[in-house]
């Protein structure tokens, strides 16, 4: 698959209450075709209504938005024939059989029966439901559910998919087999709008994320971009003996040191022009490294630095935006 710059949502000052609570305040939101953007935030902030304004499900108090060109609000019935929504709590029956459930939404998206079966089977194998086709879904386990919800929303072939909390309550092991599918999905050129409350999921999957908060976009970036916005970052460098390393701390009087381990700490970003650097200091002074590592913030500093919460359930300050790009 060829990469493209075309933009598959872009979304300008999307507003909206409910009574006097504001729930977004003026977003915009651009999303390449073939990429996974992540919205991130705290409870409250705004993701699933952006979703739900997205995925039509909802109208805007204000602002515009498109899906491949189409306006939401003017052509709402082509914007769903190129999505598809993976909501927060899986929307499988039960009481069907992993097929019957593939084969009722088939229906609903009206394949013919010919092509509707054999999409049914396309999926199952996909997602490694071919075995327990014709067991109830309430045998399932939680991420036998939420392959079949996500295999449910790909009955269409959608362009675009909205995943809301997609591994929610997943195990460490469901969860990584997820993320292999999301990335597979893209891998064909799909686009996935992600909200996710496990910030390491954003990390490992997202080609850009956005921070909202209290209905505001406070940063936006690549992962990389987001963590060089938050001090903190280091490099440790490692020596063979105590003369490189008081050699290194004379060279380097901003580093802490660390006699025992023969290390020192030196603040940095990380970045390609910040260790040629370092390091050409090093040469300069004839000072042998025997190891390096770099270490920067991850998403969780990010999120704690910007909104001001470890993690979701605490209030929010205002702040300003912030902005990587």
Request: charged share 25%; hydrophobic share 40%.
């Amino acid at each position: 698959m060829t990469s493209s710059t075309k933009p598959a949502i872009v979304a300008t000052d999307l507003r909206k209450s409910y009574g006097d609570k504001v729930v977004l305040d003026g977003i915009d939101l651009m999303i390449t075709e073939g990429t996974i953007f992540a919205l991130l935030g705290p409870n409250g902030a705004g993701k699933t209504t952006t979703v739900q304004i997205l995925s039509t499900l909802v109208n805007a108090d204000g602002g515009q938005a498109r899906v491949f060109g189409h306006d939401l609000q003017r052509n709402p019935d082509a914007v769903r024939e190129l999505i598809g929504v993976t909501g927060q709590f899986s929307a499988v029956d039960n009481l069907l059989t992993g097929r019957e459930n593939l084969n009722l939404m088939a229906d609903l998206r009206h394949l013919d029966k010919a092509s509707g079966r054999r999409r049914t089977d396309e999926l199952l194998d996909q997602f490694d439901l071919a075995d327990a086709a014709d067991k109830p879904v309430s045998t399932y386990s939680g991420g036998m559910r939420r392959r079949l919800d996500l295999a449910m929303t790909l009955v269409g072939e959608p362009r675009v998919i909205f995943l809301d909390e997609p591994t929610t309550g997943l195990d460490p092991r469901s969860r990584r087999a997820m993320w292999e599918i999301i990335r597979n999905l893209v891998a064909e050129g799909v686009t996935i709008l992600l909200t996710t409350q496990y910030l390491e999921e954003a990390d490992q999957l997202a080609d850009r994320v956005a921070f909202l908060d209290h209905g505001r976009l406070i940063a936006e970036g690549t992962p990389r971009e987001l963590k060089r916005l938050i001090p903190g970052g280091h490099v440790v460098l490692q020596f063979a003996d105590q003369e490189g390393l008081a050699s290194a701390a004379r060279a380097l009087p901003v580093a802490s040191r660390d006699d025992a381990a023969l290390t020192l700490q030196v603040p940095s970003d990380g970045g390609v022009g910040a260790l040629r650097s370092l390091l050409d200091q090093l040469d300069r002074a004839s000072i042998t490294v025997a190891g390096l590592s770099v270490h920067t913030p991850d998403l969780d500093d990010v999120f704690l630095t910007l909104t001001g919460q470890p993690d979701t359930r605490a209030g929010r300050p205002d702040h300003e935006r912030a902005s990587a790009r």
